[in-house]
T-cell receptor, first 113, second 111 residues
Framework: EPEVTQTPSHQVTQMGQEVILRCVPI?????FYWYRQILGQKVEFLVS????????KSEIFDDQFSVERPDGSNFTLKIRSTKLEDSAMYFC???????????FGDGTRLSIL | KQEVTQIPAALSVPEGENLVLNCSFT??????LQWFRQDPGKGLTSLLL?????REQTSGRLNASLDKSSGRSTLYIAASQPGDSATYLC??????????FGTGTSLTVIP
């Protein structure tokens, strides 16, 4: 069964550095998402992406964050000037057109030191 | 803003028992509702998706119901097995994009 893949599985970065999290959505899905889950807390929506532009974003997704679909397969989340509170599990998801379910990857655990 | 609540926070049952997990949401104008399973250190596995116009969805031993007017959904698991042990998350969206998640119910099925 097709799946969403995320790399790396664990990323350790010094505070203040930039980090790029990578995702390969399910082939021919059209809608892409990033979520985060701080340890012990709810999964929180960050951003949705369709037709090469952001369609929705939460208040968490400020100027520190950006997303990109650089080619036909990858979907990336860039976090600039990382802070300690950015430490979390980051999940990528994708879905097909219409009222279809979102499919999630296994996540990238981001640790900011 | 949509708020999603799940009760109980944790549940422990003997193998074979039927059980119900509850989810409530504050804004009934939902687009759809999705139930997920999350295993420790893993991503979210989609279990069932209920559209706003539907009352229930079934997959194997799982049955999810939706009562939009009262802002509630239940996930019924029949004949529970140890392999069902996981955290179950309910998520709703008003637009088809941004999902609002509950904090989940941690289920332990005792052999």
């Amino acid at each position: 069964e097709p799946e969403v893949t995320q790399t790396p599985s664990h990323q350790v970065t010094q505070m203040g550095q930039e980090v790029i999290l990578r995702c390969v959505p399910i082939s021919n899905h059209l809608y892409f998402y990033w979520y985060r889950q701080i340890l012990g807390q709810k999964v929180e929506f960050l951003v949705s992406f369709y037709n090469n532009e952001i369609s929705e974003k939460s208040e968490i997704f400020d100027d520190q964050f950006s997303v990109e679909r650089p080619d036909g397969s990858n979907f990336t989340l860039k976090i600039r000037s990382t802070k300690l509170e950015d430490s979390a599990m980051y999940f990528c998801a994708s879905r097909d057109r219409g009222r279809q379910p979102q499919h999630f990857g296994d996540g990238t655990r981001l640790s900011i030191l | 803003k949509q708020e999603v609540t799940q009760i109980p926070a944790a549940l422990s049952v003997p193998e074979g028992e039927n059980l119900v997990l509850n989810c409530s949401f504050t804004d009934s104008a939902i687009y759809n509702l999705q139930w997920f399973r999350q295993d420790p250190g893993k991503g979210l596995t989609s279990l069932l998706l209920i559209q706003s116009s539907q009352r229930e969805q079934t997959s194997g031993r799982l049955n999810a119901s939706l009562d939009k007017s009262s802002g509630r959904s239940t996930l019924y698991i029949a004949a529970s097995q140890p392999g069902d042990s996981a955290t179950y998350l309910c998520a709703v969206t008003n637009t088809g994009n941004q999902f609002y998640f509950g904090t989940g119910t941690s289920l332990t099925v005792i052999p």
